[in-house]
């Protein structure tokens, strides 16, 4: 699906869901996770810049930006795991179809995330991070 189809489907499941006036929401559906898909990203941000951004809507506490192999290069798209869900939600809402420097962002939920497969030039904290995970906190 083209990218900016995406960001208007997202944005479109926001504006039917305030005409509704419905008690349960779109976003119930990923209530078990507080991982986000962020894409469009400038290529010259770096994990630091990322977290700055998005840390207005609550607590990161893990960050996965996706990388070339080989060269280590960004390629524009990465995960954010909040400390609370419900972040998730305001991140969403709020991120998606914004511009970061001349770049439009997609930001969605992530239903159920998947750890990257480790490398032998992971390193203790990283695999720490991964093997831990994070999960939305109840209340």
């Known amino acids: 699906m083209n990218p900016l189809t995406n960001v208007k489907n997202i944005t479109k499941l926001g504006e039917q869901e305030l005409v509704r006036n419905s008690k349960s929401s779109w976003h119930d559906k990923y209530k078990d996770s507080a991982w986000i898909f962020v894409g469009g990203l400038p290529y010259d941000l770096t994990e630091g810049d990322v977290i700055t951004i998005f840390s207005q809507y609550g607590e990161i506490v893990n960050i996965n930006l996706v990388r070339d192999k080989d060269t280590g290069k960004p390629k524009g798209f990465g995960f954010i795991c909040y ?45 720490k991070l991964q093997n831990q995970g994070c999960a939305p906190i109840r209340k």
């Open 83 to 127: 400390e609370d869900q419900r972040s998730t939600i305001l991140a969403v809402d709020n991120f998606n179809g914004t511009k970061v420097l001349g770049r439009i962002l997609r930001v969605d939920h992530v239903e159920k995330y998947k750890v990257p497969k480790e490398s032998k030039n992971t390193d203790e904290h990283t695999k």
